[in-house]
């Protein structure tokens, strides 16, 4: 970087590689944002949201498994307030924690089913399925919050707790319906409340009005495409608010989130220093896994609670110039968040194209794109 040059310049010229994501094989529109040491700096937006209607700040993504790290801190803070213990044995605080009924239950994983703790659920090694089969539960008959999440809490386990990372909607799941058994809230009214509230972030949504829709980005190749219940776009999926994978939100909106998690920014949110270190940190302990949808898979899959740490994984998402404190989320629906405390910075680049047909565009586009961004700021 020459002396004429800022990091902020730096940023700018990184992001216009978004320009070239609009390609017949690519993505209809997309957005992004840096944060770095204590404010937003750079941002770029291309395309179209939907036909007609471009890109902007305003723009309300959703935000898929992005949706998880915001879910998170809510469990935290019913923590903090003293609900329940992180530690604690999810199946002594929600009875209905059972596979008694499954045939293809396997015995000998069912009685490790105790040994399972809050910890594990948010860390993705409960040993849980990533997501509901339609032998339980089809989401193509529009089955309600309530339905899916009674089925969930009943799956089987795929493998013991702590011996895999297995990245797993189910396991949040059952932590939306332990926050509503104990705190008596609805799981998106307490997050609203509790969370993105104090922070002032209400352009991070759930069950959107009506008078939100025009902001709304219309979404590739999403499942169950022209019918009532295609995700993400109908009324059906917005009006679930899916803990695991439900919310919408602006570019500068999660950049300002993630923020809050550095070291320089935490007040901005109310979590104990305590609880955001943990959240960005391992809690997997060295053990292998990773996101079987997306066939990947790492030796040590490092995971904090929420949020994914980056650690030693490669050819990962947040690309090679990130530190391996990263931590970092991203969603099936094209969207990616990351933070790297060592360098005070944060970048959120959304999409509105599932990552289903276009894991190898995504995969290559996030690290080149996160490595110029990273390279702008000396550690």
């Not at 944060?35 to 209607?53: D, F, I, M, N, S």
């Not at 970048?347 to 110029?372: E, P």
Request: one cysteine or more; glycine letters at 8%.
């Amino acid at each position: 970087m020459t002396a004429a040059q800022s990091p902020a310049s730096e940023f700018e010229y990184a992001l216009r590689q978004i320009d070239g994501w609009l390609i017949p094989s690519g993505v209809s529109g997309v957005g992004a944002a840096v944060w770095h040491r204590g404010e937003l700096v750079a941002e770029r937006y291309a395309g179209e949201a939907r036909t007609g209607q471009p890109v902007d700040a305003d723009t309300l993504f959703a935000l898929a498994s992005v949706s998880k790290p915001i879910s998170a801190a809510t469990v935290m803070s019913a923590i903090e307030d003293g609900f329940f213990g992180l530690d604690d044995p999810v199946i002594d605080l929600l009875p209905e924690f059972h596979a008694d009924n499954d045939l293809s239950a396997i015995p000998v994983l069912e009685t490790m089913r105790p040994e399972i703790t809050v910890r594990h659920l948010l860390a993705h090694i409960s040993g849980l399925p990533e997501d509901i089969g339609s032998r339980e539960v089809r989401y193509s008959d529009g089955p309600t919050l309530t339905r899916l999440t009674d089925a969930m809490c009943q799956l089987p386990l795929q493998t013991a707790p702590n011996e895999v990372v297995r990245y797993s909607n189910v396991g949040y799941a059952v932590l939306s319906r332990l926050i509503e058994r104990h705190t008596g809230d609805e799981f998106w009214a307490r997050t609203r409340s509790r969370v993105l509230g104090p922070m002032d972030l209400s352009d991070i949504v759930a069950r959107p009005s009506a008078d939100l829709l025009p902001r709304i980005a219309t979404v590739r190749d999403a499942a169950n495409s022209g019918t009532a219940v295609e995700s993400y776009n109908s009324d059906y999926w917005r009006d679930l608010a899916i803990p695991w994978g439900g919310y919408f939100g602006t570019v500068r909106a999660l950049v300002a989130f993630a923020a809050a998690f550095l070291p320089s920014n935490e007040r901005s949110i109310s979590l104990s220093t305590s609880s955001i270190a943990e959240m960005t940190s391992d809690q997997a302990g060295g053990i292998p896994g990773g996101v079987e949808s997306g066939k990947v898979a790492w030796p040590v899959a490092s995971w904090g609670l929420g949020w994914e740490v980056k650690g030693a994984k490669t050819r990962h998402w947040t690309g090679t110039v990130t530190s391996a404190q990263t931590f970092c989320h991203f969603g099936q629906a094209g969207t990616l968040l990351w933070a790297d405390p060592g360098r005070d910075l944060v970048l959120a680049v959304f999409t509105n194209r599932t990552v289903t047909r276009a894991w190898t565009f995504f995969l290559s586009r996030w690290t080149t794109l996160s490595d110029a961004v990273a390279s702008a700021v000396r550690q």
